[in-house]
């Protein structure tokens, strides 16, 4: 898992070296055309001004400057990014309101529909978690391995619609039922959910 964060650290890092190489070249090339300027014993029709070249750098700066946040951003924090948070199944309260990526086995298919889907995943230690998305997952099956990146909210009746992007009436045959097992517990608000490994895939 850290190896797909560093991959992407590591390519972050590579744009940013190149605008910046980019930009670097574009000041070579604005001296080159002051350079010009002076020799030359007026405006050229066509050619760059002084207010011109001032509008350059200006514009230059605004660009170093951007790129100086990017490249400052990409540091110890940036390479954990990606990496899985499954502590999550023991320590659940504490991530209330993050963005997080686990995997685990799906416990159970809770329901599949044209709006949306509803499973329960479990990881190592821990209780299983309840994961809605606003997206149908067909292709899962009970026992697959998945890899879940969403949001960690407290399942509240009033706020569903708005945490998990679906109405419950709309995802449950019996939202009541689902409610009664899961208010007030954690659920993830699923963003991606990709498969790791499909069940039986080893037998």
Known sequence: MTSNAGRMSRSRKLRAGRTATALAAAVVGMGGLAACSDDSAGPEAGGVTAEDLQQFEDQLTGLEERVGVLEGGLGEDDELAGEEDNALYDDTQSYVGQEVTVSGEVSEMVTTTDVGSSIRIAGE??????????????????????????????????????????????????????????????????????????QGQND
């Open 125 to 198: 230690s821990g209780d299983p978690i309840a994961v809605v998305s606003a997206m149908p997952s067909a292709e899962l099956d009970a026992n697959d391995v998945v890899r879940v990146t969403g949001t960690v909210v407290e399942v509240q009746r009033d706020t569903f619609e708005e945490d998990f992007g679906v109405a419950a009436d709309e995802l449950f045959e019996d939202a009541d039922a689902w409610f009664e097992e899961e208010e007030g517990a954690i659920a993830i608000s699923a963003e991606r959910m990709e498969i790791l490994q499909a």
